[in-house]
T-cell receptor, first 117, second 114 residues
Framework: KAGVTQTPRYLIKTRGQQVTLSCSPISGHRSVSWYQQTPGQGLQFLFEYFSETQRNKGNFPGRFSGRQFSNSRSEMNVSTLELGDSALYLC????????????????FGEGSRLTVL | AQTVTQSQPEMSVQEAETVTLSCTYDTSENNYYLFWYKQPPSRQMILVIRQEAYKQQNATENRFSVNFQKAAKSFSLKISDSQLGDTAMYFCAFMRNTGNQFYFGTGTSLTVIP
């Protein structure tokens, strides 16, 4: 079974540009979450999608947005990039619904490393 | 709000020895889940062990075990017979029982010394 696939793996942008990152979850997983990982802050939750609906959203500005398609693939977009957006962006999928006992573990992709110059 | 604290940014252990990584969390929830994830250098994050808060028995997975103290809101990870492949960043994580939103600590970088 293929794991979580994230593209692109590395990218360099300049301030003010926008970027779109893609995530293909494990087949059959309907939940996709996005995290921002930086050395000082660790992993910060961005948002989670389940069956094309955003269920949870972290404390990030509106420049960060996402969506999920009917095949569970997800994209996240960051507009008007700032230097502080440089980070590793991790996508994770889960087979669980996240409610009570039906909670699956998170399966992570290798991440997309974004550098903003 | 939920917070997860890992107070040990870096640790080291001799190969074959035992090491314990600390984690505390803060929540007003009664039902939740706790996890330890491992992120090897330049590799993807994988689950090490999980614990349901309603279970009093501490979880164990081979050389990995936890000490879950619900009243103290403490969730430490013990690695026995440390191996070189255990060198990684370890993240403690909390999840409420509603939705797949995880709260992670800032991580502990563990180095196993041969």
């Amino acid at each position: 079974k293929a794991g979580v696939t994230q593209t692109p793996r590395y990218l360099i942008k300049t301030r003010g540009q926008q970027v779109t990152l893609s995530c293909s979850p494990i087949s059959g997983h309907r939940s996709v979450s996005w995290y921002q990982q930086t050395p000082g802050q660790g992993l910060q939750f961005l948002f989670e999608y389940f069956s094309e609906t955003q269920r949870n959203k972290g404390n990030f500005p509106g420049r960060f947005s996402g969506r999920q398609f009917s095949n569970s693939r997800s994209e996240m977009n960051v507009s008007t990039l700032e230097l502080g957006d440089s980070a590793l962006y991790l996508c994770a999928s889960s087979s669980g619904t996240g409610y009570l006992a039906n909670t699956g573990e998170l399966f992570f992709g290798e991440g997309s490393r974004l550098t903003v110059l | 709000a939920q917070t997860v604290t890992q107070s040990q940014p870096e640790m080291s252990v001799q190969e074959a020895e035992t090491v314990t990584l600390s984690c505390t969390y803060d929540t007003s929830e009664n039902n939740y889940y706790l996890f330890w994830y491992k992120q090897p250098p330049s590799r993807q994050m994988i689950l090490v062990i999980r614990q349901e808060a309603y279970k009093q028995q501490n979880a164990t997975e081979n050389r990995f075990s936890v000490n879950f103290q619900k009243a103290a809101k403490s969730f430490s990870l013990k690695i026995s017979d440390s191996q070189l492949g255990d060198t990684a960043m370890y993240f403690c994580a909390f999840m409420r029982n509603t939705g797949n939103q995880f709260y992670f600590g800032t991580g502990t970088s563990l180095t196993v010394i041969p």
